[in-house]
């Protein structure tokens, strides 16, 4: 990501979190939780993202156990998909969305870094807009099957945060609001 980053002069990547050809065991053996880390990443990491027909129903079922193709695969049938179901993840992504709507540090590729977590289950990363007055924060678990937490160190220059002073961190997924001391 940070040589896309480097390269966003003349380069534009789209991520997308699923393909109608590869159907990774990730997403064949990770639940719904492994749908939301893969939403979060593509969407937070590059300004455009995109999911494959299927995705916001948890389409996860493979032909056969270690395959990669879809057991019902959109290449060879016609799907009708009703996202307005119960365990869709529609609503999740158009909370994702509404993120990136409202982060203008999100709708581009500079500003990104990295920031150590002393947890190898967990990324962070921020986005910070060119005038730097908006700052994205996302920390991710990437074990969708358990809980993880873990301790990050902020450059909070690079965030453009006062380490003197308390700051309050929002959580756009879920509304929550922190209290984060840079002391």
Not at 55 to 75: C, I, N, Q, T, W
Not at 149 to 160: I, Y
């Amino acid at each position: 990501m940070t040589e896309l980053r480097d390269a966003a002069a003349y380069m534009r990547p789209n991520l997308f979190v699923n393909t109608p050809d590869i159907l990774h065991a990730y997403l064949q053996y990770g639940g719904p939780a492994a749908f939301k880390v893969r939403a979060v990443l593509a969407a937070m990491l590059s300004p455009t993202w995109g999911v494959y027909s299927g995705y916001e129903l948890f389409e996860h079922v493979a032909v056969r156990p270690g395959s990669e193709e879809y057991l019902d695969s959109e290449k060879y049938q016609l799907r009708a998909w009703d996202l307005a179901r119960a365990d869709s993840l529609a609503e999740f992504i158009g909370r994702v969305n509404a993120a990136r709507r409202d982060n203008p540090a999100l709708q581009s590729d500079l500003g990104l870094v990295f920031f150590p977590i002393d947890n190898d289950e967990m990324i962070c990363y921020a986005k910070v807009d060119a005038a730097g007055e908006n700052a994205a924060l996302v920390v991710v678990n990437l074990d969708p099957h358990h809980t993880q937490s873990g301790w990050v160190t902020l450059d909070l220059d690079a965030l453009g945060v006062d380490a003197a002073r308390p700051f309050q961190v929002h959580d756009a997924l879920t509304g929550a609001r922190f209290l984060w001391s840079g002391a």
